[in-house]
């Protein structure tokens, strides 16, 4: 028998027919207030009665919304294309993810609805949180120390970098919850071998934005940090995350989460993989439908741990050429505004690789003419579309196929 202080709250265990029946009673009334208030979605729901939507076959029949419909809706209609319900005056921050595509932060807490996923990783209230996701333009960060501060945990804001620093701050503030990427984990606490500090405080960890690679996980539970994964995105926050069975990322109770042919709208059969749709309850973004571009595939059963919702397999790839990189989604569009900077590149191609447990980027261009210091310049290039650094490496046209291909994303998980 599994004991109640494993779980957040009674959701977690409802049964199916429980779940179904108050998550679309609830989308009813999200599906009112959209219309009613966003000048987006009034528009994509002109048709819809909401009070028709009442179970999962009648919610495939909506319309899908996508990254590049949020970016068109943005340009036509800046800054958040009409999607938002409140004004700015209204919400506590603005975020931006690649595209540009700006999002609004509300000021509720556990805006990003973290705290499931803390609890199931075992923070409990009190623990400090050394949290080292960017606080720097991109949400992560902050919707992280939302849900710890929904638990009651204080939060230290590491951010990203300064590896040297932070370690010898983990060894003066002896954190027990570590949030971040678990490559820069990995980095951290080889760092405070390699300056004999102590970093054995750290024994949960909570991380995302990139592949969990089993030799990464295997080396720090070695040294007593136990991880659990999750699964999200800026316009979203929390998808779906691991509990301490490890056995497939269960899906969060504040969305509705379905899996559909990948670039088209009906839903794939139990299994099969398929693109992730999601739709949320959040009163001041009401993203309904919203396709990720993430593919998994549904896992049968539910989890051992004895939560009862859905699980998905985790993140198996894009169903289009972007590819996310240290936390960030890089797309072929990204790509292509690098190239139109210098005048001299006539191919180019992306590779995006991990050997080290650590994701890295490497730009190979082909040039019409060669000119000094082109190489440093398209690096600055990918820094400020990308907002991450690359490495530029001129090569011959014949090493760059003719397949169409912009994003060569050659990393392996597992």
Same mark, same amino acid.
């Given at each position: 028998?599994?004991?109640?202080? $494993?779980?957040?709250?009674?959701?977690?265990?409802?049964d199916?027919?429980?779940?179904q029946?108050?998550?679309?009673?609830?989308?009813?009334?999200?599906?009112?207030?959209?219309? &009613?208030?966003?000048r987006? +979605?009034?528009?994509?729901l002109?048709n819809? $009665?909401?009070?028709t939507?009442?179970?999962?076959?009648?919610?495939?029949?909506?319309?899908?919304?996508?990254?590049?419909?949020?970016?068109?809706?943005?340009k036509?209609? /800046?800054? +958040?294309g009409?999607?938002?319900?409140?004004?700015?005056?209204?919400?506590?921050?603005?975020?931006m993810?690649?595209?540009?595509?700006?999002?609004?932060?509300?000021?509720?807490?556990d805006?990003?609805? +973290?705290?499931r996923?803390?609890?199931a990783?075992?923070?409990?209230?009190g623990?400090?949180?050394? *949290?080292t996701?960017?606080?720097h333009?991109?949400?992560?960060?902050?919707?992280?120390?939302?849900?710890?501060?929904?638990?009651?945990?204080?939060?230290? /804001?590491?951010?990203?970098?300064?590896?040297?620093?932070?370690?010898?701050?983990?060894a003066?503030?002896?954190?027990?919850?570590?949030?971040?990427?678990?490559?820069?984990?990995?980095?951290?606490?080889?760092?405070?071998?390699?300056?004999?500090?102590?970093s054995?405080?750290?024994?949960?960890?909570?991380?995302?934005?990139?592949?969990?690679?089993p030799?990464?996980?295997e080396?720090?539970?070695?040294?007593?940090?136990?991880l659990?994964?999750?699964?999200?995105?800026?316009?979203l926050?929390?998808?779906?995350?691991?509990?301490?069975?490890?056995?497939?990322?269960?899906i969060?109770?504040g969305?509705?989460? $379905?899996?559909v042919?990948?670039?088209?709208?009906?839903?794939?059969?139990e299994?099969?993989?398929?693109?992730?749709?999601?739709?949320?309850?959040?009163?001041?973004?009401?993203?309904?439908?919203?396709?990720?571009?993430d593919?998994?595939?549904?896992?049968?059963?539910?989890?051992?741990?004895?939560?009862?919702?859905m699980?998905i397999?985790?993140?198996?790839?894009r &169903?289009?050429?972007?590819?996310?990189?240290?936390g960030?989604?890089?797309?072929p569009?990204?790509?292509?505004?690098?190239?139109?900077?210098? /005048?001299?590149?006539?191919?180019?191609?992306?590779?995006?690789? *991990?050997?080290?447990g650590?994701d890295?980027?490497?730009?190979?261009i082909?040039?019409?003419?060669?000119?000094?210091?082109?190489?440093?310049?398209?690096a600055?290039s990918i820094h400020?579309?990308?907002?991450?650094?690359?490495?530029?490496?001129?090569?011959e046209?014949?090493a760059?196929?003719?397949?169409?291909?912009?994003?060569?994303?050659?990393?392996?998980?597992?």
């Amino acid at each position: 028998m599994v004991a109640a202080e $494993e779980f957040y709250d009674a959701l977690e265990t409802r049964d199916a027919e429980t779940r179904q029946r108050e998550q679309f009673a609830r989308l009813k009334r999200q599906l009112d207030h959209a219309k &009613a208030k966003s000048r987006f +979605f009034a528009e994509r729901l002109k048709n819809v $009665e909401p009070a028709t939507v009442d179970g999962p076959e009648a919610l495939a029949r909506l319309p899908v919304t996508r990254k590049p419909d949020l970016a068109q809706a943005q340009k036509s209609d /800046p800054p +958040f294309g009409g999607i938002p319900t409140a004004g700015l005056g209204e919400i506590s921050h603005v975020f931006m993810s690649p595209g540009p595509i700006f999002e609004p932060g509300g000021e509720d807490k556990d805006y990003g609805r +973290f705290s499931r996923a803390l609890w199931a990783a075992g923070v409990r209230p009190g623990e400090l949180v050394y *949290n080292t996701f960017s606080y720097h333009l991109t949400p992560a960060a902050m919707l992280v120390e939302s849900g710890a501060h929904a638990i009651g945990c204080p939060v230290f /804001p590491g951010g990203v970098g300064n590896t040297e620093l932070q370690a010898q701050t983990i060894a003066t503030l002896k954190p027990s919850v570590y949030c971040g990427t678990p490559s820069f984990l990995k980095i951290l606490v080889e760092k405070c071998d390699e300056l004999g500090l102590d970093s054995s405080s750290l024994k949960k960890g909570l991380v995302g934005a990139e592949a969990l690679l089993p030799p990464v996980r295997e080396m720090l539970s070695r040294r007593g940090i136990e991880l659990c994964n999750t699964y999200g995105t800026a316009d979203l926050g929390l998808i779906s995350y691991e509990s301490s069975a490890h056995e497939g990322m269960i899906i969060d109770e504040g969305i509705i989460v $379905e899996l559909v042919e990948p670039g088209g709208s009906r839903p794939v059969a139990e299994g099969e993989i398929g693109e992730v749709v999601v739709t949320t309850f959040n009163p001041v973004y009401p993203l309904i439908r919203f396709g990720t571009g993430d593919l998994s595939a549904v896992l049968a059963g539910a989890s051992p741990c004895g939560r009862t919702n859905m699980r998905i397999k985790g993140w198996m790839g894009r &169903a289009d050429m972007s590819a996310k990189v240290r936390g960030m989604f890089v797309h072929p569009s990204n790509v292509a505004d690098v190239v139109r900077r210098h /005048p001299e590149i006539a191919k180019a191609r992306l590779v995006i690789d *991990n050997q080290g447990g650590r994701d890295s980027m490497l730009l190979k261009i082909a040039v019409k003419r060669r000119a000094e210091g082109l190489a440093g310049a398209v690096a600055e290039s990918i820094h400020s579309v990308l907002k991450l650094r690359g490495e530029v490496a001129i090569v011959e046209a014949e090493a760059l196929p003719d397949d169409g291909k912009i994003i060569d994303d050659v990393r392996k998980f597992d």
